[in-house]
């Protein structure tokens, strides 16, 4: 129906803005509770020692095998690469770099970001004698985790981008291997349930403050054209 005489239509990028803006301050506000308890207590959390002990009790080799394979799709030798071949793979196919150098860009800012918190919380890892794999650092967020949701967020927003059809194919996808990645890790015994829980949330806070600053910085331009024009 078309707006009446003398009203504006309704903005749906001003919307899109508001959702996301919404959106951010529920998972950052998680991810910064979550990171104040963390702190304030360092060892493990109410569910994270009965969780981990299930999962001990659970294993097999089977699901070694799987968690482990599993476990390096969070790994920085896998997602940059597959962010470098998204963001050349849609400059091919629509003709824009900057999506890509964005979702790079997106990517490494949220890396040191996590990074920092990481070394200031300081949160000691599970018991060595528990761990299934190497690692090393603190545990809070888990780095796995979050650069599997961040990754396979962005790559799939370059999916969007290139393919015209699947959209919620590729958002599922990604959703499922950050989701993958992260049991995974507490299944090795590297992360409590709460690093892998401060991933997941630090993953999605910050994929969308970027594409809120992205939105943001689309209507800036479109602004400065009616305030010319009028």
């Not at 689309?218 to 010319?228: D, L």
């Amino acid at each position: 129906m078309a707006s009446p005489p003398g009203r504006l239509a309704p903005d749906r990028d001003h919307l899109r803005l508001v959702i996301a803006g919404g959106i951010f301050a529920v998972f950052a506000g998680l991810f910064a509770l979550l990171a104040v308890v963390v702190a304030r207590r360092c060892g493990p959390l109410g569910p994270d020692a009965r969780v981990l002990q299930d999962v001990v009790d659970w294993r097999s080799d089977s699901l070694t095998t799987l968690a482990r394979a599993l476990t390096k799709l969070g790994t920085d030798v896998v997602v940059y690469p597959l962010l470098i071949m998204g963001a050349l793979l849609c400059w091919r196919r629509t003709g824009r770099i900057l999506p890509g150098l964005l979702a790079i860009a997106v990517f490494v800012a949220g890396q040191l970001v996590r990074v920092g918190i990481n070394h200031t919380i300081a949160r000691p890892r599970p018991p060595a004698a528990l761990r299934l794999v190497g690692a090393g650092g603190y545990s809070f967020p888990s780095g796995h985790t979050s650069n599997a949701t961040m990754a396979y967020g962005l790559l799939a927003f370059l999916l969007t981008l290139t393919v015209a059809r699947g959209r919620w194919a590729f958002i599922a996808g990604a959703a499922i291997v950050a989701i993958a990645v992260g049991l995974s890790r507490i299944y090795l015994a590297v992360h409590w349930a709460t690093d892998v829980a401060g991933g997941w949330l630090f993953g999605l806070s910050w994929l969308t403050l970027g594409a809120l600053l992205v939105g943001v910085s689309r209507r800036r331009p479109q602004a400065a054209i009616r305030s010319s024009a009028s």
